[in-house]
């Protein structure tokens, strides 16, 4: 009986652990998504292409959404700034639904 006891034990720990292991991996791949996004909306930008339309394309592809493109321009240089969600696997009620990640990518040049 006390065998049992300990397996349950034992299993419901592991499976805390794995839960809480994907948690943690959906952050961390909602980061390189973001990060992902950033890069193909700058380079977009750069080929004289809209940044926003292909980092919405680039996020639908990486079963992200995304949040927020913003792109800034100055004189010969550029930066896009990216937010996306991405679904936390596995749900839990009361918990988050997604994660949330933000990067940006771009050109910047000093011009004295």
């Known amino acids: 009986m006390l065998i049992l006891a300990v397996v349950i034990v ?3 720990v ?3 652990g794995a839960w809480f292991s994907s948690w943690l991996a959906s952050g961390a791949r909602a980061r390189a998504v973001a990060d992902v996004v950033a890069i193909a909306a700058a380079q977009a930008q ?3 292409r809209p940044a926003c339309p292909v980092a919405e394309q680039a996020a639908a592809a990486n ?3 995304l949040a927020n493109c913003e792109v800034t321009t100055g004189w010969g240089e550029f930066i896009v700034d990216i ?3 991405v679904e936390m696997r596995p749900q839990i009620a009361g ?3 997604s994660a ?3 990067s940006r990518a771009g050109v910047v040049s000093d011009i004295p």
Do not use: C, K, N, T
């Open 100 to 102: 949330h990640a933000e």
């Open 83 to 85: 937010a996306v969600d």
């Open 95 to 97: 918990a988050p639904q």
């Open 14 to 16: 592991a499976a805390v």
């Open 46 to 48: 750069r080929d004289g």
């Open 10 to 12: 034992l299993m419901l």
């Open 63 to 65: 079963d992200a959404v």
